[in-house]
């Protein structure tokens, strides 16, 4: 593995998204509207919003950095450009820390504008801080990223990778324990949510915005940490220097 | 830079989705020349080709490129590979791109404006690959595979579709670089490129039907055209 060639593809993907300012305004923009939707939506109960906001804004950069993860990874594959990487002294490894590198990063800013808009203008209260949820944003982005690469493995259109997002990224979201408390669900349901990384991942945001910075948040950083090291494990199994 | 190392496929065999695309195939090139690979589509060029880089999965057999086994991780850095569909990022411009090649190789970027004037794209580096003609996009692909400096070059129908002008500077310069003691393998479904390569392997059905220096092979065959040294051996080989 080689910083050099790391920071080479991050730069690369970044300019990517440079070169397409649309999807970087809607990276930033669709949050902050739906957080302010969200807001509105729940304008008589404010404490609905104090409670699905916090761990919502801390959940978007999952869902956006696996979107577009797995449609840029996808690109890379079917473009030639991989086959040809495969040719060129980078490691799998530079690859991937490349991708996270500059998907982390994005997500970083993403989350920042997203949590000013909602710790600022819409008075959205933390008890813990502000900075350790947009941390975990940014974790959970990564993680995003890791299963996004993953799944890209699995689709052979961009049509597929998209309609992966509701198939990867829905059924987790519901399950958290954001929309119903697991301690509520159906006891398969609630076995079912415990092996799903966005569980973990949505219960440390609870406990940062809760100020409890306790063993079971612990716990749950590693979970989240751990899960994408496997996703990133296996995606780098799924890029193969040979192919068939 | 030794001259005699090129490529030695022996006994190569390649199944692609469950056909077998190479039977077997034996050959030899030469180090320090152009080697033409010529063949109809179908043929299994590319696929050679591919196993000779190491991104092909094979089935039997063995390469040896520059006296390494191919794949091998060493050989990255000696062996460029430019596909036959430009396998650049459409969404970046042409000095994005080689900047980026350039970095993964560690070459320095001085060596971008080389590499662009020999493809005859120093005038238009700020352009967005995507918005370019398809023989422009194929040179931005064969400018990042001329920024290394490789010992051999594998170029995959690299001059297609391009203006005749261009290619002939083109081919001049692959012969400039076996000069300086390269081994360049070009692969053409054109038989009128054939005559502009030192060695000649030609391949139909995933086998090797004749190889040699194109006077060569107009002696054995006593036809003129390279076309009609290419049917001659077909009808030879059927009778």
């Not at chain 1, 902050?32 to 950069?61: D, K, N, T, W, Y």
């Not at chain 1, 008075?123 to 502000?130: A, C, Q």
Request: aromatic residues 6%; charged residues 20%.
């Amino acid at each position: 593995m080689s910083p050099r060639v790391a920071a080479a593809v991050a730069l690369r993907v970044l300019t990517q998204l440079r070169r397409d300012p649309r999807t970087v305004a809607l990276l930033i923009a669709v949050p902050s509207v739906l957080i302010i939707l969200l807001h509105e939506l729940f304008a008589g109960r404010e404490q609905v919003f104090q409670h699905v906001g916090g761990p919502l804004l801390g959940l978007f950069p999952f869902v956006s950095m696996f979107v577009v993860t797995s449609v840029t990874m996808l690109r890379e594959r079917t473009s030639g450009t991989l086959e040809r990487l495969m040719t060129l002294p980078l490691a799998k490894l530079d690859l991937l820390v490349g991708y996270a590198i500059a998907f982390g990063s994005m997500a970083a800013v993403q989350a920042s504008v997203v949590s000013a808009i909602a710790f600022t203008w819409l008075d959205l209260h933390t008890d813990g801080p502000v900075w350790a949820v947009v941390a975990l944003a940014i974790g959970n982005a990564v993680l995003g990223m890791a299963l996004g690469l993953l799944a890209s493995a699995f689709a052979s259109t961009e049509f597929q990778a998209v309609q992966f997002m509701p198939a990867i990224v829905l059924p987790q979201m519901l399950l958290c324990g954001l929309f119903v408390a697991r301690d509520e669900m159906a006891d398969w349901l609630r076995v079912l949510s415990a092996a799903l990384p966005l569980t973990y991942a949505y219960d440390a945001l609870a406990h940062a915005i809760a100020n409890q910075f306790d063993a079971r948040f612990s716990v749950d950083v590693c979970v989240v940490l751990g899960a994408t090291l496997l996703a990133l494990l296996l995606g780098a199994l799924t890029l193969r220097r040979r192919t068939a | 830079m030794p001259s005699h190392a090129g490529i030695v496929v022996e006994k190569l065999e390649v199944v692609r989705n469950g056909v077998a695309v190479l039977h077997g195939l034996s050959l030899e090139v030469a180090g320090g020349r152009v080697t033409g690979l010529l063949g109809p589509n179908g043929s299994g060029k590319s696929t050679l080709m591919r196993s000779i880089v190491g991104v092909q999965r094979v089935r039997g057999g063995s390469i040896t490129v520059l006296g390494t086994r191919a794949g091998s991780p060493e050989l990255r850095r000696r062996v460029a590979y430019v596909t036959q569909a430009p396998s650049v990022y459409g969404d970046l411009t042409i000095r994005e791109n080689l900047r980026f090649f350039a970095r993964v190789l560690s070459v320095p970027a001085a060596r971008i404006a080389l590499a662009l004037e020999t493809v005859d794209l120093l005038g238009s580096a700020d352009k967005v690959v995507n918005r370019l003609s398809g023989g422009q996009r194929a040179r931005v692909s064969l400018a990042s595979a001329l920024l290394g400096d490789p010992e051999l070059l594998v170029l995959d129908e690299p001059t297609v579709g391009l203006d005749p002008l261009l290619r002939r500077e083109l081919w001049s310069t692959f012969h400039t670089l076996a000069e300086e003691g390269r081994t360049v393998l070009v692969s053409s479904h054109v038989m009128d490129e054939a005559d502009r390569c030192d060695e000649l392997l030609l391949l139909r059905e995933g086998r090797l039907l004749a190889a040699g220096r194109p006077d060569e092979l107009r002696q054995r065959t006593g036809a003129r055209d390279l076309e009609d040294v290419f049917l001659s051996l077909i009808e030879a080989e059927q009778r």
